[in-house]
């Protein structure tokens, strides 16, 4: 079945820093991933649709300003999330569907628990 | 506006059977899924319908009626591994992906 590389798993910054995290189809070509946002005890919220070769979708309310979107490739997304602060601290995860198998659903990468101090 | 209710919170015995409901208003429909979450952990997916009726895989089972707008996930024989919150999810007519909120399900001894 599908498989979404998401990396790093955690990592822990000082307030101010950048963090880049990596969203990779591993056997399929995604033209199409999402990236979502999960605070302790609630659900996936979306933050973005990352589309290759052309500008993020964001959600209202999310700064694409902060939350910098690159899908340079059909197998590669990254978010970057600039001048970190604790509140951004957070679990994010990407998700992509192979658009061959709808029945699939969305496949998800393992999420990284961020943490800004 | 869209919009899926299930309930937050589900307590189950070990052995038992649980039934955990989804209902949807969403623009259009193109499936409904069903994920578990382990806590600290990316969603996993369970189940996918499309069509009306029950779609059985092992010890759980996914039910849809459209023409209810209602779901349900059926968890059969449980084990304290199946704590964990279980998401409901819809497409809609865009193919967007509309979560509901999940259902932390607790399994006693």
């Known amino acids: 079945g599908a498989v979404v590389s998401q990396h790093p798993s955690r990592v822990i910054c000082k307030s101010g820093t950048s963090v880049k995290i990596e969203c990779r189809s591993l056997d399929f070509q995604a033209t199409t991933m999402f990236w979502y946002r999960q605070f302790p005890k609630q659900s996936l919220m979306l933050m973005a649709t990352s589309n290759e070769g052309s500008k993020a979708t964001y959600e209202q309310g999310v700064e694409k300003d902060k939350f910098l979107i690159n899908h340079a490739s059909l197998t590669l997304s990254t978010l970057t999330v600039t001048s970190a602060h604790p509140e951004d601290s957070s679990f994010y995860i990407c998700s992509a569907r192979d658009t061959q198998v709808v029945a699939d659903g969305y496949t998800f990468g393992s999420g990284t628990r961020l943490t800004v101090v | ?109």
């Not at chain 2, 919170?9 to 623009?27: K, L, P, R």
């Not at chain 2, 979450?37 to 009306?52: I, K, M, R």
């Not at chain 2, 304290?80 to 193919?95: E, F, G, H, Q, R």
């Open chain 2, 1 to 109: 506006g869209q919009n899926i209710d299930q309930p937050t919170e589900m307590t189950a015995t070990e052995g038992a059977i649980v039934q955990i409901n989804c209902t949807y208003q969403t623009s259009g429909f193109n499936g409904l899924f069903w994920y578990q979450q382990h806590a600290g952990e990316a969603p996993t997916f369970l189940s996918y319908n499309v069509l009306d009726g029950l779609e059985e895989k092992g010890r759980f089972s996914s039910f849809l009626s459209r023409s209810k707008g209602y779901s349900y996930l059926l968890l059969k024989e449980l084990q304290m591994k199946d704590s964990a919150s279980y998401l409901c999810a819809v497409y809609d007519s865009n193919y967007q992906l509309i979560w509901g909120a999940g259902t932390k399900l607790i399994i006693k001894p």
